[in-house]
């Protein structure tokens, strides 16, 4: 049965500033059904096929690598302000519930896509081996890594580690793409995305740099660490690391896509340019 897992229309026609003011509870919008639960059928693929007709969607094409949009957090959330600092979205971790988060747009983007492994490029001070620290870096496999349109985004580990951008294709490296293999810049100030780590894509260090491992959305719990999306000040330098760049002002839920960039937005994880999104890396391309 072909699934129907478009994403809703957003009330607002344009991604803006005013974008804030959206209805965040709005109750006609339903929700993005999530990969592996039951929903009455089978599952198929993008041409109607199944895997060797066991009922298990064959994996869609290269798409291994996206930045939330702002559509599909708010769609999640079921806020306007989006999720914040807790991405448990339902699971007992914030780090299972970012996955869950990457699996559930992923599958809405392009069916069959949500049956492959995808983790949220997020570190964590616990949950590693022993309890120990968890590194963003170590979650996301040995790549390579392709957006949905098919573009490389990085052939391996290094090339994610290779400098402030990764060596990705040229059209991307410096707008990475969202879920819909558009530009996530869309001329607005919605350059960071939550990391919680460092330029090497490990444990920035502080729980609070977390917001308590991606469990709390109160704007005093901490100030995470993210990287950009998009350089804002150029290709190199200051404003251009895509996994680590600076704190943002809390860990509450906000949008600021104001293009004046420099927080504002109060102690949110938007409150310095956008919106509280995360990367998502499936494990096999």
């Not at 985004?153 to 293999?181: C, H």
């Not at 959305?217 to 690391?241: D, E, L, Y």
């Amino acid at each position: 049965m072909s699934a129907k897992l478009l994403l809703s229309v957003i009330a607002c026609a344009s991604v803006g500033v005013g974008l804030v003011a959206c209805d965040a509870g709005s109750e006609d919008v339903d929700p993005i059904p999530v990969p592996g639960e039951d929903t009455g059928g089978t599952p198929s693929t993008p041409n109607g096929s199944t895997d060797g007709g066991s009922g298990t969607p064959t994996e869609a094409g290269t798409f291994s690598f996206f930045v939330t949009s702002i559509e599909s957090m708010r769609q999640l959330s079921g806020s306007a302000n989006g999720f914040g600092g807790d991405l448990r979205y339902g699971e007992a971790t914030g780090l299972e519930g970012a996955d869950k988060i990457c699996r559930t747009i992923a599958e809405a983007s392009m069916p069959g896509a949500g049956q492959k492994t995808w983790r949220a490029f997020l570190s964590a001070s616990t949950g590693g081996s022993n309890g120990g620290v968890v590194n963003a870096i170590d979650r996301i496999g040995e790549g390579p890594w392709y957006d949905r349109l098919g573009r490389l985004v990085a052939q391996n580990k290094a090339a994610l580690l290779s400098g402030s951008r990764p060596l990705a294709d040229a059209q991307i490296k410096n707008d990475l793409p969202n879920e819909r293999g558009e530009p996530n810049h869309q001329g607005v100030d919605n350059h960071d995305v939550l990391t919680g780590s460092t330029s090497q894509g490990k444990f920035s260090g502080s729980k609070s740099g977390t917001c308590n491992d991606w469990t709390s959305a109160v704007g005093s719990t901490g100030k995470p660490m993210c990287g950009h999306s998009w350089p804002r000040s150029g290709s190199t330098g200051n404003g251009s690391n895509w996994m680590s760049d600076h704190q943002v002002p809390g860990c509450a839920p906000g949008v600021t896509l104001s293009n004046s960039g420099g927080g504002g937005g109060g102690s949110t994880v938007g409150g310095s340019g956008g919106y509280g999104a995360i990367y998502c890396f499936a494990l096999t391309p």
